[in-house]
């Protein structure tokens, strides 16, 4: 059994920074690819940004370059999202996903297999 638990959210006006954090615990974390999406209001949930089993290699939605990184800290089974300058358009619940499959070229693919509960990231103007 695989479980994803995702913290760190909140509230904060715009220009401020967040920074998610996201627990594997199941299979070794490092078999995983890892992913965080965000399901803004009226909203589909869509790929914020993902990383490789290695750490090598990052995606990044086009709206968050240059203001999210996602990150992992393979001994401690948890994978960051920090989030700088954020806008209101921001606004979503976020939620951290994990798959055993793919490498470099898959990273843009929105399929997982394991999800976290989400938590809700609200950004005031």
């Known amino acids: 059994q695989v479980q994803v638990v995702e913290s760190g959210g909140g509230l904060v006006q715009a220009g401020g920074s967040l920074t998610l954090s996201c627990a594997v615990a199941g299979r070794p974390f490092s078999d995983y690819n890892m992913a965080w999406f965000h399901e803004p209001p009226g909203k589909e949930r869509e790929l914020v940004a993902a990383?490789?089993?290695?750490?090598?290699?990052?995606y990044y939605k086009d709206s968050v370059k240059g203001r999210f990184t996602i990150s992992r800290g393979n001994i401690k089974n948890t994978v960051y999202l920090r989030m700088l300058s954020l806008k209101p358009e921001d606004t979503a619940v976020y939620y951290c996903?994990?798959?055993?499959?793919?490498?470099?070229?898959?990273?843009?693919?929105?399929?997982?297999?394991?999800w976290g509960q989400g938590t809700q990231v609200t950004v005031s103007s």
């Open positions: 996903a994990a798959r055993a499959w793919g490498d470099t070229a898959d990273l843009d693919r929105p399929e997982y297999e394991y």
């Open positions: 990383i490789t089993w290695s750490g090598d290699n990052t």
